[in-house]
């Protein structure tokens, strides 16, 4: 009887083991994020009622971001100078703009990320693949979170949910991710955005 109890703990021990070990640290993943100077990846949008656009990401750290769409998609979204700015022609609509500090991406974006700070993480988990961790803004979390979903050997950052503050949720899944490319600055340049000059 006491065999079969230890065979059973130890088989729920090797069980639980290999997820522990897979799931990667904190820090390391603040050392990752901090280590992207520029990236560019392929994108697929998944928005909050279902629709799909796929478009390129470019990133140039800190504060930098742009997601351009693919025909026939005319969007736009650039992240720069401190703004969001989104372009949407079909909408007949002037280009919205949104303080970055206000919108969960900022924690990617940031001059240091640092995901071991108070309150900022509120998920961190494994899932049998990835690392997933949920984080906010620690004093402000009704601007919203970001989920991330990180891969490892080596880390890579392969999908995020952003659920902004209305509660709209909005999944963006990254092809292979380049890194350490050199990226025009007028990318991100959100006066440009708005007008319309750099597509």
Known sequence: ???????????????????????????????????????????????????????????????????????????????GAGAVVIVDPKSNQPAESYPLDRTPLSIILAPRVDLGRANMVVGHSYDGTATIVTAQDPENPDYGRIEMMFTDDPIELRKWVIHDSSGMATTVILGGMETGMSLSSGLFSTSRARSGSNR
């Not at 697929?44 to 140039?60: E, F, K, P």
């Open 1 to 79: 009887m006491k065999r079969r109890h230890f065979l059973a703990a130890a088989a729920a021990l090797c069980a639980a083991g290999p997820a522990a070990a897979e799931k990667i640290s904190l820090p390391a993943l603040s050392a990752y994020l901090n280590g992207v100077k520029t990236a560019r990846a392929p994108f697929t949008q998944v928005s909050d009622d279902g629709s799909l656009a796929t478009g390129t990401l470019y990133l140039m750290r800190p504060g930098r971001a742009r997601f351009e769409y693919d025909p026939p998609n005319d969007a736009l979204m650039v992240a």
